[in-house]
C-alpha cells in the first residue's frame, strides 16, 4: 500500500503529485479501492484535509447511505457524543458486523456512551435501546391497555394495526 500524496489547489482543482496530473473524486475513490492511502493537503498552507476531501468522495458516491434524519440528528447533537460515537461505538458496530461476517456470533462488550441531553428533533430510533447518543433509561411498567377501548381513541387504533399484521402474517404464510 502507498500513499499518494494530492494537493488541492485554491481552485478547488486536486492535484495528484504521484501521476502529475489533476484528478477527480472519484479517481480518488479508485486510488483508496484498489488499496492505497490518500493524503491531501492544501498548497497554499500545508493543511492536511484528508478527511475533508474523503467525506466528499463519500458523498459523492454514496450521497443516499445513510437516511436524512441521520444527518439531522449528527448536525443537531452536541460535538461530544459525535465524537464519542464515531470514536466508540462506530468501530464497536464495525468489529461486530465483521465478526458475523466472518462466522463469529460472540458479542465484544459495548462500549460506555455519555449521557446525552433532550434533543430538539424527536425520533422514535432515539428511544431504542441501541441508541449511541442516549444513556439508557430504565422504562416504567406500563399498565396493560384493553383489547378495544372507546371507539376514535389510539387505544382502538393500536388494536386495530396489530389485528391487521396478524392477518397479514397469516396471509403471507398462507395458513
Avoid: H
Avoid at 396493560?144 to 387505544?155: C, M, N
Amino acid at each position: 500500500m502507498k500513499e499518494i500524496l494530492i494537493k488541492k489547489y485554491d481552485n478547488r482543482r486536486l492535484y495528484c503529485v504521484e501521476e502529475a496530473r489533476y484528478v477527480s473524486l472519484s479517481e480518488i475513490r479508485d486510488f483508496l479501492q484498489r488499496g492505497d492511502k490518500v493524503k491531501v493537503v492544501e498548497k497554499s498552507t500545508g493543511k492536511d484535509i484528508t478527511k475533508y476531501i474523503l467525506m466528499q468522495v463519500l458523498l459523492e458516491e454514496r450521497y443516499d447511505l445513510l437516511p436524512t434524519y441521520f444527518y439531522q440528528m449528527i448536525l443537531q447533537s452536541p460535538p461530544e457524543a459525535i465524537d464519542s460515537f464515531f470514536k466508540k461505538f462506530f468501530p464497536w458496530m464495525m468489529d461486530v458486523y465483521k465478526g458475523f461476517q466472518e462466522g463469529n456470533f460472540s458479542m465484544p462488550t459495548m462500549p460506555g456512551m455519555p449521557q446525552m441531553p433532550q434533543m430538539p428533533f424527536q425520533n422514535p430510533w432515539m428511544q431504542t435501546p441501541f441508541n449511541p447518543f442516549m444513556q439508557q433509561q430504565p422504562q416504567p411498567a406500563k399498565a396493560e391497555k384493553p383489547e378495544f377501548a372507546e371507539e376514535g381513541s389510539d387505544e382502538t387504533m393500536a388494536a386495530i394495526l396489530k389485528r391487521l399484521r396478524e392477518l397479514e402474517a397469516k396471509v403471507k404464510s398462507g395458513k
